[in-house]
């Protein structure tokens, strides 16, 4: 039994989130249910996205809503409210946040006690000051961003169906990704892969019309899978066509125009920027420590370095390491693997019982590269071709949260084995009442050229 009542403020709904609010549900559902302890999720989205699937989810390959875990479904025993925490006062133990709610009474924010308060906002896209990034860049962290970014790719192909301009046409099917991790080359290469099967029904596209351009800072793509795997990604990437290079980076993108470090410039309408996270805002604006990464100071019981009753995990912890002066790095395995044991020192502290520390050994990384291409280093094996693919698919299958969505997943992965890929753009979903707007009488889009229901 807990030794008093206790309530756990768990900010952010992703991998730490979520998992430490289920952990939580069920180690004190006893407590939960004769109301000695209560526990408040405040998330953004009242869904946990989960993000190695969005490469897969742009390239059509899952639906979007398969992509998601409700959280009111899965976190039934939690209050679930919908907003975001502005700032923590953990000395007074309040945390100040923003609903739907204050919005519409214009109350602004309202406060919030605690008596455990778990921090996990995650991060966000850590982006330079490079000219023209703000205006053109597109994103790839949300579910909104891989559908839009899925419906932007193909507008361009059909604008340069339709174009009698050569240089739209070339820039149309420019595209260029920023970032060699994870999540710039699983998004080029199951895009690329969509675009050159969508290529087949264009009367005038060829799939060696279209530009593809990875740009990486360093020397080398995907560290995690080891440097000879990554050799072979560059070779595999290069070989579909696509223009890979090392040691450039983006220097402008004003008029969406690219401008490298090594002095090519390419006219494009597509600029993916997955270069990198920073931990989220918030973080710098509680009272708690950080270290000079902005990143929360931890220790490996997952509490806060010098700060009581307070906790963190995931992409805004630094959790000290095995190694001397070695913290974790901010990526899904570290998240879902320490938001167990956060879960369980919780409860232990409730119950005044010696807590638990976080050590992770490495297991090994996987990345698709398309339908049936990719790369993997498990368990000290290299696989590459079909067998990684095949690795990746069974690896996230077995981590995607729930039952109900490893068999709408593995259902949706059967059906677009047996059929045809779909290559509809329905970019009107992100203004869905233009069209309406202009029938009762609304403004026109200002550009005369420029079509409301599209995405680009």
Same mark, same amino acid.
Do not use: M
């Given at each position: 039994m807990v030794k008093e009542r206790a309530r756990i403020l768990v900010v952010g709904g992703g991998y730490v989130g979520m998992y430490t609010a289920l952990r939580l549900q069920r180690k004190l559902k006893q407590e939960l249910a004769r109301g000695e302890a209560e526990i408040?999720?405040?998330?953004?989205?009242p869904y946990m996205t989960y993000q190695p699937f969005l490469p897969e989810a742009a390239a059509g390959a899952i639906s979007p809503r398969h992509v998601v875990v409700p959280l009111r479904r899965v976190l039934d025993a939690c209050r679930i409210v919908v907003g975001e925490v502005r700032s923590i006062d953990h000395a007074k133990r309040t945390a100040t946040l923003s609903t739907?709610?204050?919005?519409?009474?214009?109350?602004?924010?309202?406060?919030?006690?605690?008596?455990? *308060?778990?921090?996990?906002?995650?991060?966000?896209?850590?982006?330079?000051?490079?000219?023209?990034?703000?205006?053109?860049?597109?994103?790839? =962290?949300?579910?909104?961003?891989?559908?839009? *970014?899925?419906?932007?790719?193909?507008?361009q192909m059909d604008i340069a169906s339709s174009t009698r301009d050569p240089e739209i046409r070339d820039a149309a099917l420019t595209f260029v990704f920023v970032g060699g991790g994870f999540a710039g080359v699983e998004a080029l290469g199951e895009l690329e892969d969509m675009a050159r099967y969508a290529a087949r029904y264009y009367h005038n596209i060829q799939p060696e019309d279209m530009k593809w351009i990875l740009v990486e800072a360093s020397d080398r793509i995907l560290p995690e899978v080891g440097e000879e795997m990554g050799r072979y990604t560059v070779t595999e990437l290069?070989?579909?066509?696509?223009?890979?290079?090392?040691?450039?980076?983006? &220097?402008?993108?004003?008029?969406?125009?690219?401008?490298?470090? &090594?002095?090519?410039?390419?006219? !494009?309408?597509?600029?993916?920027?997955?270069?990198?996270?920073?931990?989220?805002?918030?973080?710098?604006?509680?009272?708690?420590?950080?270290?000079?990464?902005?990143?929360?100071?931890?220790?490996?019981?997952?509490?806060?370095?010098?700060?009581?009753?307070?906790?963190?995990?995931?992409?805004?912890?630094?959790?000290?390491? &095995?190694?001397?002066?070695?913290? !974790?790095?901010?990526?899904?395995?570290?998240?879902?693997?320490?938001?167990?044991?956060?879960?369980?020192?919780?409860?232990?502290?409730?119950?005044?019982?010696p807590l638990e520390t976080y050590a992770h050994k490495y297991v090994g990384s996987v990345a698709s590269l398309g339908l049936h291409k990719g790369v993997a280093h498990v368990y000290g094996r290299k696989l590459k071709g079909y067998p990684a693919w095949f690795m990746?698919?069974?690896?996230?299958?077995?981590?995607?949260?729930?039952y109900n969505r490893k068999a709408r997943v593995l259902a949706e992965w059967t059906l677009s084995g047996l059929f045809k890929r779909e290559?509809?753009?329905?970019?009107?979903?992100?203004?869905?009442?233009?069209?309406?707007?202009?029938?009762?009488?609304? =403004?026109?889009p200002t550009d005369p050229f420029g079509d409301p229901k599209g995405s680009s």
């Open positions: 408040t999720v405040v998330t953004p989205d739907l709610a204050t919005e519409e009474e214009g109350a602004g924010t309202e406060p919030l006690t605690y008596d455990e *308060l778990v921090l996990a906002p995650g991060s966000i896209s850590r982006t330079l000051p490079i000219p023209g990034l703000a205006d053109h860049g597109i994103g790839f =962290k949300s579910v909104e961003e891989a559908i839009g *970014l899925r419906n932007h790719v193909i507008e290069r070989r579909r066509n696509i223009d890979v290079r090392l040691h450039t980076r983006l &220097d402008s993108c004003v008029d969406r125009v690219a401008q490298l470090s &090594d002095g090519a410039r390419f006219p !494009t309408r597509t600029v993916v920027w997955t270069a990198g996270v920073k931990p989220h805002p918030l973080v710098a604006a509680t009272d708690l420590p950080v270290n000079d990464r902005g990143r929360l100071k931890c220790t490996p019981q997952l509490t806060v370095d010098g700060a009581t009753h307070a906790w963190a995990a995931g992409d805004a912890a630094a959790v000290t390491a &095995d190694e001397p002066g070695a913290t !974790t790095a901010p990526n899904a395995q570290h998240a879902v693997r320490q938001a167990k044991v956060l879960g369980d020192n919780i409860a232990h502290a409730l119950r005044g019982e990746h698919r069974v690896y996230h299958l077995s981590r995607v949260p729930t290559i509809v753009s329905l970019g009107s979903l992100e203004h869905p009442r233009a069209e309406f707007e202009l029938a009762a009488g609304g =403004k026109p």
